[in-house]
């Protein structure tokens, strides 16, 4: 199995940026497909964007496209979650996730396709 934590989160204004970072410990990193969630306060948990185990392929929802870029060292453990042109709109709890078979997009973008998960980051956008 793999542990997951999560760093990065904080509070930043409109139009800001921040860098979340996923630290993996345990099995190999590269076993595994990564993806990010959120959740806000009072909603469901839902797909932000994942990546495939060399790193090759990502993926994205659309309300982040253009503005986020996930990415991952697979010689660090690491995986990332680069968000620029932040909206009140993205704060939430951040929870990086890994995925022991999924390698589809749409398996990808499913919450019960991820068998690890981090204790999450809050990411809190001001307007």
């Known amino acids: 199995q793999v542990q997951l934590v999560e760093s990065g989160g904080g509070l930043v204004q409109a139009g800001g940026s921040l860098r979340l970072s996923c630290a993996a410990s345990g099995r190999t990193f590269t076993t595994y497909a990564m993806g990010w969630f959120r959740q806000a306060p009072g909603k469901e948990r839902e797909f932000v964007a994942a990546?495939?185990?060399?790193?090759?392929?990502?993926y994205y929802a659309e309300s982040v496209k253009g503005r986020f870029t996930i990415s991952r060292d697979n010689a660090k453990n690491t995986l990332y979650l680069q968000m620029n042109s932040l909206k009140p709109e993205d704060t939430a709890v951040y929870y990086c996730a890994a995925a022991s078979t999924a390698s589809r997009p749409g398996p990808l973008m499913r919450i019960s396709s991820y068998d690890y998960w981090g204790q999450g980051t809050q990411v809190t956008v001001s307007s």
């Open positions: 990546i495939s185990r060399s790193g090759d392929s990502t």
